[in-house]
């Protein structure tokens, strides 16, 4: 077999999930030596491409409003929930068109607390975000909401509706992803376990199987740092020991 028939076996043997490069890792898990210029030129004289893309959402413009300081300085551990959240936007490119996630994530026990999908990523999807996330806080919380540079953030809406709730706002400093790794591995998480493993017959279906994999996430993936439990297994094990 040809190296070009290679790549259209492994592609098709993942129906499409693989781009260029895992299609080159796959190709020396088999022994050949190849590098992956040489792969994405051979996918490109047969017109493969990936069928699912996400990539990080860049939403930073510039100073657009205020700008605040780094209070979560890579401190990612929570003694309880709702004590520190992060959230960020990413981007996923779905039968030809464009789609952003905005979830907020308990760095207590990696929960998603909520999550948004839209079309656009306008400040409506962050907005929104946030109503819904709001709803989980109980008297007396005191939260530390993190994020990035980006524009939504810096919106005086998103700033006042921090302030009214009395949540101390954190920002990464520009151009530094790990200053929110832990959403950073959370989106990692969902291309390897959800993107690359489902098909999806059109933009509601993907928007179904999310939503049944972020329940999953929430509810059924246990994590090691978690004693074995689920995000929500050790959050209802924790309070009711408490």
């Known amino acids: 077999m040809s190296l070009k028939q290679l790549v259209q076996s492994i592609y098709d043997e993942h129906e499409g999930r693989y781009g260029y490069r895992r299609i080159r890792d796959e190709l020396v898990n088999r022994g050949h030596r190849v590098n992956h210029k040489k792969v994405q030129r051979l996918m490109k004289e047969l017109g493969l491409k990936s069928v699912v893309r996400m990539k990080k959402y860049r939403s930073y413009k510039g100073t657009v409003g205020r700008i605040a300081p780094n209070v ?34 308990d760095l207590y026990n990696g929960e998603i607390i909520t999550y948004t999908v839209g079309p656009r990523p306008t400040y409506s999807l962050v907005s929104d975000m946030l109503n819904q996330a709001f709803k989980r ?26 302030k009214r709730r009395g949540i101390t706002q954190s920002m990464s400093r520009k151009g530094n992803c790990y200053d929110n790794a832990v959403m950073e591995s959370f989106f990692g998480q969902l291309k390897s376990e959800f993107l690359y493993l489902k098909e999806f017959q059109d933009v509601d279906h993907f928007k179904q199987e999310l939503a049944a994999y972020i329940d999953y996430y929430n509810n059924k993936r246990i994590k090691t740092k978690l004693k074995g439990m689920s995000p929500i297994q050790y959050r209802t094990h924790t309070l009711r020991v408490a």
Not at 87 to 95: A, G, P, Q, S
């Open 72 to 105: 979560l300085d890579r401190q990612f551990q929570a003694e309880k929930p709702n004590q520190k959240w992060v959230t960020d936007i990413t981007e996923f490119k779905l039968f030809g068109e464009k789609l952003y996630l905005s979830p907020v994530l």
């Open 137 to 162: 806080l109980a008297k007396g919380d005191e939260l530390l909401l993190h994020s990035d540079q980006g524009w939504h953030y810096q919106m005086k809406q998103y700033q006042y509706a921090l």
